[in-house]
């Protein structure tokens, strides 16, 4: 397989996840159908998008037809759920969300070791790729992007896509199984509360005065 192939493979797997994210934050805020497929779209794509235009390319949801009509279809699939009165269990959503991150943050970090980039600037991409379309879903739903305040989508991106990099001269598709798996475990544990980022304490409150 070649490394093209798991990157489409790799957006496949990102694009269904985080469609279903999408769609199901916006039915908890109660969104119209239009705030449905816009949520589920922006989720799906956001963060692929921003990893071209920073590889200097036009984004593949854009020069590729049937990623857009792929997003489009995952997410209209999952208005018509939620319109039959399907609502997504938390588990389930975490389940989605883990393997969105773990499959978009190899696709940043092996398109950045296609493009010859040193090792930081894959981790930056995974990152951005993973969560780049959960972070303007949240600001689309008016809220915090949960990436800034909770769980550990970010690091797992970083380190997953970091794994994915440094294997990548191993074989690629070890390296995107081994990123994708280990990015997608760490965002399981954030998303289970077992562990995530220190935050501050009440001396920095105090200081916020």
Not at 60 to 85: H, N, P, T
Request: proline fraction near 4%; glycine fraction near 12%; avoid cysteine.
């Amino acid at each position: 397989m070649s490394l093209e192939d798991l990157v489409v493979l790799a957006d496949r797997i990102g694009i269904v996840a985080f469609a279903i994210s999408g769609v199901a934050v916006g039915v908890r805020r109660r969104m119209d159908v239009y705030g449905l497929l816009a949520l589920g779209l922006t989720t799906a794509i956001g963060g692929g998008a921003v990893r071209d235009v920073l590889l200097g390319e036009v984004p593949r949801a854009l020069a590729q037809a049937d990623y857009l009509l792929f997003a489009a279809s995952v997410s209209g699939l999952a208005i018509a759920a939620a319109w039959l009165g399907w609502r997504w269990p938390d588990p389930l959503l975490a389940l989605a969300d883990a393997v969105g991150t773990g499959a978009f943050a190899v696709t940043g970090a092996l398109l950045a070791y296609e493009a010859a980039l040193p090792w930081p600037a894959a981790m930056v991409l995974a990152i951005l790729t993973a969560t780049g379309g959960g972070v303007l879903r949240d600001l689309m739903a008016n809220r915090v992007p949960i990436v800034l305040r909770t769980e550990l989508n970010a690091t797992a991106a970083a380190l997953g896509g970091l794994a994915a990099f440094v294997l990548a001269s191993e074989g690629e598709p070890l390296a995107a199984a081994a990123g994708a798996v280990l990015a997608a475990s760490l965002s399981l544990v954030g998303r289970s509360g077992r562990g995530r980022l220190p935050r501050l304490g009440p001396r920095a409150r105090t200081m916020e005065r």
